[in-house]
């Protein structure tokens, strides 16, 4: 069976800090990733998706950024985080091509920058 | 306007109610259909999908889509407390990228 693995689960940060967030998934091979944000009471912001090692997609312009270095592995990145990054940042992953467009989303990362 | 819209609640029934939950969309190239459910500070959980118009069962859930009225709803037999979340309802194109659309979601509360 898969497993989608985030870390941490929660993280205070200061303003102007770097952020580096991990997300890895176990039990398939070439998944669809992806990193959404989503503030207290809100819907899901879609910030990053990647279809592949190296491919890495922007739906919002900011000052995160996406790196996917192994099949299996997304991190999200920032170099200085700002007060507006704070919220709950989850992971998710989907098959590829037309086998199916249900996403599994990890436990979450809760992020307050102070 | 959003692409998918949601009632965002707050619904709060007495246990063993029957629930409706619903979302509308406005881009008919969506395809494939799916509720997931969110327990406060935990990542969404997937509940049902379906890519075809009229209903699917699991359980006491019910997922329905009409694509001619753009509509899509989630229906909860005997609700239970333990149903008590928020509902997002999601719908993807069929394209390589497997990116959804999600709805703002709806909370629930069902009273014991």
């Known amino acids: 069976s898969q497993t989608i693995h985030q870390w941490p689960a929660t993280l205070v940060q200061p303003v102007g800090s770097p952020l580096s967030l991990e997300c890895t998934v176990e039990?398939?091979?070439?998944?669809?990733l992806y990193w959404y944000r989503q503030a207290a009471g809100r819907g899901l912001q879609l910030l990053f998706y990647?279809?592949?090692?190296?491919?890495i997609s922007s739906e919002v312009p900011q000052n995160l950024s996406a790196s996917r270095p192994q099949d299996r592995q997304f991190i999200l990145s920032s170099k200085k985080l700002l007060l507006s990054d704070s919220g709950f940042y989850l992971c998710?992953?989907?098959?590829?091509?037309?086998?199916?467009?249900?996403?599994?989303f990890g436990p979450g990362t809760r992020l307050t920058v102070t | 306007q959003k692409e998918v819209e949601q009632d965002p609640g707050p619904l709060s029934v007495p246990e063993g109610a029957i629930v409706s939950l619903n979302c509308t969309y406005s881009n008919s190239a969506f395809q494939y259909f799916m509720w997931y459910r969110q327990y406060s500070r935990k990542g969404p959980e997937l509940l049902m999908y379906t890519y075809s118009s009229g209903n699917k069962e699991d359980g006491r859930f019910t997922a329905q889509v009409d694509k001619s009225s753009k509509y899509i709803s989630l229906f909860i037999r005997d609700s239970q407390p333990s149903d008590s979340a928020t509902y997002l309802c999601a719908m993807s194109r069929f394209t390589n990228a497997g990116k959804s659309t999600f709805g703002d979601g709806t909370t629930l509360t069902v009273k014991p």
């Open positions: 998710a992953w989907s098959r590829t091509g037309t086998s199916g467009y249900e996403q599994y």
């Open positions: 990647s279809v592949g090692i190296g491919q």
């Open positions: 039990g398939t091979s070439n998944p669809n």
